[in-house]
């Protein structure tokens, strides 16, 4: 089972969706905390993985990011941020968790702990390097 999570993160249920371009990351990045950083549903996008199992890699790779590299917004930042965007409410069918805040080196690092076709096609394609564009 890990091995799917950390992999390809087969059947997930994106496969109908397509990801989110590189170039469309743009839009996405937010200030929180004085820093600039993407919310896990959109870096989950821009990689082609549910956002459940993408919680899921990172959790299992949690040693790999330091507290510079990604947070999990407080109950205040995610309700300032429900106000201001289009996210779920509790108990209506969306998350229960509380979102996680990727940093620039986070963002990048967890290119580096998924392997699904989209990470590892936009390794190839040297967006890692664009996305380090993005965030400044």
């Known amino acids: 089972?890990?091995?799917?999570?950390?992999?390809?993160?087969?059947?997930?249920?994106?496969?109908?969706?397509?990801?989110?371009?590189?170039?469309?990351?743009?839009?996405?990045?937010?200030?929180?905390?004085?820093?600039?950083?993407?919310?896990?549903?959109?870096?989950?996008?821009?990689?082609?993985?549910?956002?459940?199992?993408?919680?899921?890699?990172?959790?299992?790779?949690?040693?790999?990011?330091?507290?510079d590299f990604l947070f999990q917004l407080t109950r205040e930042e995610h309700e300032a941020l429900t106000s201001q965007i289009a996210m779920s409410k509790v108990g209506r069918g969306g998350r229960r968790t509380l979102p996680y805040a990727f940093t620039e080196n986070g963002a990048i690092m967890a290119a580096n702990v998924l392997n699904s076709p989209e990470t590892v096609r936009m390794s190839v394609c040297g967006a890692g390097v664009r996305l380090a564009r993005i965030f400044h």
Not at 16 to 35: K, W
Not at 38 to 51: M, Q
């Open 1 to 67: 089972m890990r091995s799917q999570i950390a992999t390809g993160l087969e059947g997930n249920d994106m496969s109908n969706e397509m990801p989110l371009q590189v170039d469309q990351i743009g839009s996405t990045i937010r200030t929180i905390r004085g820093q600039k950083v993407i919310l896990d549903t959109d870096l989950a996008g821009v990689f082609g993985v549910p956002t459940f199992r993408f919680n899921e890699a990172i959790k299992w790779n949690r040693g790999r990011f330091p507290a």
